[in-house]
């Protein structure tokens, strides 16, 4: 799965690159994200891609000190990014717990709020994603927008401060649905045995609030990239 997302990728971004000079992607963390990167790294095509004409964000963080070996950035550092010429103006980490607002989380996600409306097109909120990927999780989260979470029903702010989720840590910053569904493409990421309940929940449910992963899509097409495993109770 990790492989045929990576060269999708980068077939993706090329296109957006030629077509609009400039490509804006959101990364995902966790076990499938990090696993498409690195094999983003092997892939002998990634020279397509222009990293100085691409834009990385995240879709959530985990609210620790930069550097946290468990902030979704450093892995996605560690996985691609310290491999690769990015640039680091265009490489938009969400804020640190040690960062300018400090341990206040929710000033923490408006400052990442208003960095993307800075590099949105006039009239919008945030910027004309290219993709923006997701990993689901065993209880149908995605970014960090968990199941009856009050973020699942956000409809006017883009990012917003989590408290109290379910897995740690339990102080996060996540985009909302309305940044999601800005996204041209929305990729959701599932491989393994304890993905498989949630793939099938989100499929079959139009509730956002209740199974997140099914309030993730993208204006021009929503990709669910499976292993076996993770499509094992699909009936379609």
């Not at 077939?11 to 076990?31: K, P, S």
């Not at 690195?38 to 222009?50: G, K, Q, R």
């Amino acid at each position: 799965m990790a492989k045929a997302a990576a060269t999708g990728l980068i077939q993706r971004v090329a296109d957006a690159q030629a077509e609009f000079d400039v490509a804006h992607i959101v990364l995902t963390g966790g076990r499938n994200g990090n696993a498409l990167l690195y094999e983003l790294s092997l892939t002998p095509t990634l020279n397509a891609i222009d990293f100085d004409r691409l834009h990385i964000w995240w879709g959530d963080e985990r609210f620790l000190p930069a550097g946290h070996a468990d902030r979704n950035e450093t892995q996605a550092r560690e996985a691609l990014l310290n491999t690769v010429p990015v640039v680091e103006e265009l490489v938009h980490a969400m804020p640190a717990s040690d960062g300018p607002d400090g341990d206040d989380v929710a000033a923490a996600a408006a400052r990442y709020a208003a960095e993307l409306a800075a590099a949105a097109p006039e009239g919008a909120l945030v910027p004309a994603f290219t993709l923006a990927m997701f990993g689901v999780g065993p209880d149908t989260h995605v970014a960090s927008l968990f199941p009856d979470f009050p973020a699942t029903a956000e409809t006017e702010r883009t990012v917003l401060a989590v408290r109290d989720a379910p897995k740690p840590p339990p102080t996060r910053i996540t985009l909302t649905f309305p940044a999601i569904r800005a996204a041209h493409e929305v990729w959701l990421l599932a491989a393994g045995e304890d993905k498989a309940d949630a793939v099938a929940s989100a499929r079959a449910s139009a509730d956002a609030v209740k199974t997140p992963a099914a309030g993730a899509f993208g204006t021009g097409a929503t990709l669910w990239l499976l292993d076996r495993a993770a499509a094992a109770n699909l009936t379609e």
